[in-house]
């Protein structure tokens, strides 16, 4: 390897000494009247392996120095600026550019690096002059033909840009890559008519293009001239018929002219096409209708599409995933799990699709399941919070106190920046730490919610009815309990807690109107509450009444204080 590398410095060096001593002898006019310039071959030399070894400070000191030795030397100046720009000194690149091509203004590659320096810093017309004069020196060349193109683009001379592609058609003859610029020239110009006409003469010379029939077919459908597109359509259809994007295209020709029938059976042709890839698909899916399209208006046909998708793609996750969507926004849960679960089996990596999937479960209400996919999400995906909300709910439900605030106080660690996510956590955990009589923690999980949210109808209650049933901070339990109310004053379960504080409290004739109103807004078939109506009226001294309300609590099959069969028997309030 060092071999080869002292090889290739040894044949690069004397083509750049050659090429600053061409300088010179351009140069030897002013040099008569400055005094002969000195030899700096040898520095130039020096510097030149100072550039290629990469100490470009060293090189850049050498090359001012062969300067200094021979001001007209135009190849160590143009070496200056190529260090100045990959410094990123442009002013200084420009500087030297510019001093190499009045020195030399036949070399091509100092006038290239001068007229794009020109364009860096928007001297467009300058550098137009530039570029021209690099065609002129090498007019078969077609990169110098884009090139100046490009300077008329930047100096806002279309015309005279499509003038050069013009010239350049007529040095290579018809391509596609200069067509298609000078159709986006024409379409900027606002002259689709002429963009027009210049893809027509593509297709004229490659008339078994496909890809150029679409482009001319979307060019006469931007022109409003929908026959002519049709036809373009058709065209692909003859030459190629399974181009994977022809009955799409057809499709939105279709719905545009408001043939919606003919546009969704193209749809259908195209989404059955396996060369369509199921990106594209999924992405027209998504696009083609709107979101009450989608899921409400065209619901039937986006089912179609949908199930030609899985049928299309049967091994391919996004289908399902679609097909999910779909089945879950028609409240069809149980088809719906069916689609999720395909979808896992297939690839397990989304976490979008495991909560998904937990969503289902909670609406179909099947805990076991639910427990069961939120302990496999949480494997996959441990700092996610919502799988533990789910599974903490499920060992709620199933009154597991221990594993319920286990994995709760694990995942509320895992949630930032959702205060909504965060009270449900502290929420399930307040009434979890009551059920296991840890009220210290209770109380501090539930004065968190509140916080974060004071209206909390539910914990506002809960926290007033457990604070009730220590008798403690009665106070601030009637004042929670009247929140409670307020804020919805038709729940029974609210209107009874609100009138069992006052009770605890000693205010028996108020306690007696709230819980009355819990009984007429559905508390009648709640035994908690028709026992406290009739503890209350016992303290009213309505003894009867007070006996009558026991037993109606007693035949609700349900609930009811430890006490109540004793309160019956006795015929008393037993505490």
Request: net charge negative; proline share 3%.
């Amino acid at each position: 390897m060092r071999y080869k590398f002292r090889t290739v410095l040894f044949f690069i060096i004397p083509l750049l000494v050659f090429s600053c001593k061409s300088g010179e002898k351009l140069s030897s006019a002013s040099g008569e009247k400055e005094g002969k310039p000195k030899d700096n071959s040898s520095v130039y030399y020096d510097a030149t392996k100072a550039y290629i070894t990469g100490d470009y400070d060293e090189a850049a000191k050498l090359y001012k120095k062969c300067i200094e030795l021979n001001p007209n030397d135009a190849a160590a100046m143009f070496e200056l600026a190529k260090i100045s720009l990959m410094k990123n000194n442009r002013h200084e690149a420009l500087i030297y550019a510019r001093q190499a091509t009045k020195i030399d203004s036949g070399n091509k590659f100092y006038l290239l690096l001068y007229g794009s320096l020109l364009q860096s810093f928007e001297q467009y017309d300058a550098a137009v002059d530039v570029f021209k004069r690099v065609l002129e020196l090498n007019p078969n060349n077609p990169d110098y033909y884009n090139r100046l193109a490009i300077a008329y683009i930047y100096a806002d001379k279309i015309d005279k840009a499509i003038e050069t592609f013009d010239k350049l058609e007529e040095k290579i003859g018809i391509t596609e890559e200069v067509s298609m610029k000078k159709k986006e020239l024409y379409l900027q110009e606002k002259k689709p008519e002429k963009a027009i006409a210049e893809i027509e003469k593509l297709i004229e010379h490659y008339p078994k293009e496909v890809k150029y029939w679409g482009v001319i077919a979307e060019l006469y459908m931007s022109a409003g001239m929908d026959d002519k597109a049709l036809e373009a359509y058709r065209k692909i259809e003859e030459l190629d018929p399974d181009d994977p994007y022809i009955h799409v295209s057809l499709a939105d020709y279709y719905k545009k002219n408001r043939d919606f029938e003919k546009a969704f059976e193209e749809l259908k042709k195209g989404f059955s096409n396996k060369n369509l890839d199921i990106d594209t698909k999924v992405q027209i899916l998504l696009s083609y209708y709107t979101a009450n399209e989608y899921y409400e208006d065209n619901k039937d046909e986006a089912f179609q599409l949908a199930e030609i998708l899985i049928k299309v793609h049967p091994d391919d996750p996004k289908a399902w995933s679609i097909y999910g969507d779909l089945l879950y926004q028609d409240n069809r849960f149980e088809d719906a799990r069916m689609a999720f679960r395909k979808v896992i089996s297939m690839d397990s990596s989304k976490y979008v699709v495991w909560e998904q999937l937990l969503f289902i479960e909670s609406q179909l209400e099947d805990n076991d399941a639910l427990l069961d996919e939120s302990l496999r999400t949480i494997d996959l995906f441990p700092e996610m919070p919502l799988p533990y909300l789910f599974a903490g709910g499920v060992y709620y439900m199933k009154k597991e106190w221990d594993k319920c605030i286990d994995i709760l106080s694990t995942g509320v660690s895992y949630v930032v920046d959702n205060d909504q996510l965060k009270e449900q956590f502290l929420t399930y955990l307040g009434d979890a730490y009551n059920q296991v009589g840890d009220y210290e923690k209770s109380d501090k999980c539930y004065d968190d919610v509140l916080k974060i949210n004071p209206d909390n109808s539910f914990v506002l209650n809960n926290y007033a009815y457990y604070l009730s049933l220590r008798d403690r901070d009665l106070d601030k339990a009637a004042e929670m309990a009247k929140r409670s109310v307020d804020l919805k004053p038709n729940s029974s379960a609210n209107l009874d807690t609100y009138g069992w504080v006052l009770y605890k409290k000693g205010n028996y004739s108020d306690a007696e109107y709230l819980v009355k109103q819990a009984l007429d807004n559905g508390g009648d078939k709640d035994a908690d509450v028709l026992e406290h109506y009739g503890d209350i009226l016992w303290k009213l001294d309505k003894k009867e009444e007070a006996l009558k309300y026991w037993e109606k609590a007693k035949n609700t099959g349900g609930g009811g204080s430890e006490n109540l069969d004793m309160k019956i028997k006795q015929k008393k309030l037993v505490e």
